[in-house]
């Protein structure tokens, strides 16, 4: 085995170039830098905002976010009265095949929460000083 020449990709096995992105998620750091960038701190930037990873321009003010988790939750509501209709009219044993994905589905609702809460409380945060919040495209 020959020894890589001095250079930025001789980096020695075991060290990355890039510490912080294997330490944390990719949207976790993109909120910090855009935050920082904004003169912000984490907690008034609130979720992130850009459209990396999205086919469509994301929804994600409080408004838009509080829609969504109130749409999210309807529909799981819906989910959870025909499962309880079908477990009455077939029994527990045909009714547990739809458990999982119906568990499974119920995720989303309380994390739709944790994201409306987090921007609601990052917008009262921002609205307190003053700020204005520039989206990144």
């Keep these: ?24 998620g990719y949207y976790k750091s993109e909120v910090e830098r855009e935050a920082l960038r904004q003169g912000m701190t984490v907690e008034e930037y609130g979720v992130y905002k850009g459209s990396v990873g999205s086919a469509v321009k994301p929804v994600n003010s409080a408004g838009g976010l509080l829609a969504i988790s109130l749409l999210i939750s309807v529909i799981y509501a819906f989910c959870l009265v025909f499962f309880v209709i079908h477990w009455a009219q077939d029994g527990p044993q045909e009714a547990l095949k739809n458990a999982i994905p119906l568990l499974l589905a119920g995720i989303f609702v309380p994390w739709s929460w944790v ?5 609601h409380k990052a917008s009262k945060l921002r609205k307190a000083r003053g700020i204005t919040l520039i989206r990144p495209e």
């Design 115 to 119: 994201y409306f809460a987090r921007e």
């Design 1 to 24: 085995m020959s020894k890589k020449p001095a250079g930025a990709h001789a980096a020695p096995p075991g060290k990355t170039v890039h510490p912080s992105k294997r330490s944390r």
